[in-house]
T-cell receptor, first 115, second 116 residues
Framework: AQKITQTQPGMFVQEKEAVTLDCTYDTSDPSYGLFWYKQPSSGEMIFLIY????DQQNATEGRYSLNFQKARKSANLVISASQLGDSAMYFC????????????WGAGTKLIIKP | DVKVTQSSRYLVKRTGEKVFLECVQDMDHENMFWYRQDPGLGLRLIYF???????EKGDIPEGYSVSREKKERFSLILESASTNQTSMYLC???????????????FGPGTRLTVT
């Protein structure tokens, strides 16, 4: 079974609009961490934001915020005021508490910002 | 800033050749990882290392081996390259994590390997 599911293979969004990228996860471990990465066409994976399973507040980093709904096992990335430079692949990943090392990755969402 | 470098951005090899992909990080991280990335499949872990000379298999280790003789360097070896190993290879590093916290992995620019 998929542990990380990103249901949107691709999205088009108008510049300056907010965009939500979906991520659902599956784990029975009470301790886990959720990550979002951006991969521009250059190829390098760039860390955006992190949410721990015990964090009380939703994580925010500048224009990025994570809409964490624990009961629904969802960790959606919200980008406010999208910019052309936000066009990229976006990946959701999870680290389960038992493993210090491995991240489990979703298949990604290709986001294209239209001018 | 953490810097992870990979020896080549693009590489073309012939079937049956031995291929070395090198990765170097400059932040004294304990953990290093090799992934391959294929469209629609996300990132799949090949091997990781949590210390010098220590390695663990990831999800798809078949056809690959690794070497970590120095803390900053982690090499991926394709003993006999095959066309189904044509892919993007990403190296990453992260510090050791004593508890559960935000310890993101830092990635290199990737090597796009084509095996003909």
């Amino acid at each position: 079974a998929q542990k990380i599911t990103q249901t949107q293979p691709g999205m088009f969004v108008q510049e300056k609009e907010a965009v939500t990228l979906d991520c659902t996860y599956d784990t029975s471990d009470p301790s886990y961490g959720l990550f979002w990465y951006k991969q521009p066409s250059s190829g390098e994976m760039i860390f955006l934001i992190y949410q721990g399973s015990y964090d009380q507040q939703n994580a925010t980093e500048g224009r990025y915020s994570l809409n964490f709904q624990k009961a629904r096992k969802s960790a959606n990335l919200v980008i406010s005021a999208s910019q052309l430079g936000d066009s990229a692949m976006y990946f959701c990943a999870m680290r389960e508490g038992q493993s210090n090392y491995q991240l489990i990755w979703g298949a990604g969402t290709k986001l294209i910002i239209k001018p | 800033d953490v810097k992870v470098t990979q020896s080549s951005r693009y590489l073309v090899k012939r079937t049956g050749e031995k291929v070395f992909l090198e990765c170097v990080q400059d932040m004294d991280h304990e953990n290093m990882f090799w992934y391959r990335q294929d469209p629609g499949l996300g990132l799949r872990l090949i091997y990781f290392s949590y210390d010098v000379k220590m390695k663990e298999k990831g999800d798809i280790p078949e056809g690959y081996s690794v070497s970590r003789e120095k803390k900053e360097r982690f090499s991926l070896i394709l003993e006999s390259a095959s066309t189904n190993q044509t892919s993007m290879y990403l190296c990453a590093s992260s510090p050791y994590l004593a508890g559960l916290g935000s310890r993101e992995q830092y990635f290199g620019p990737g090597t796009r390997l084509t095996v003909t």
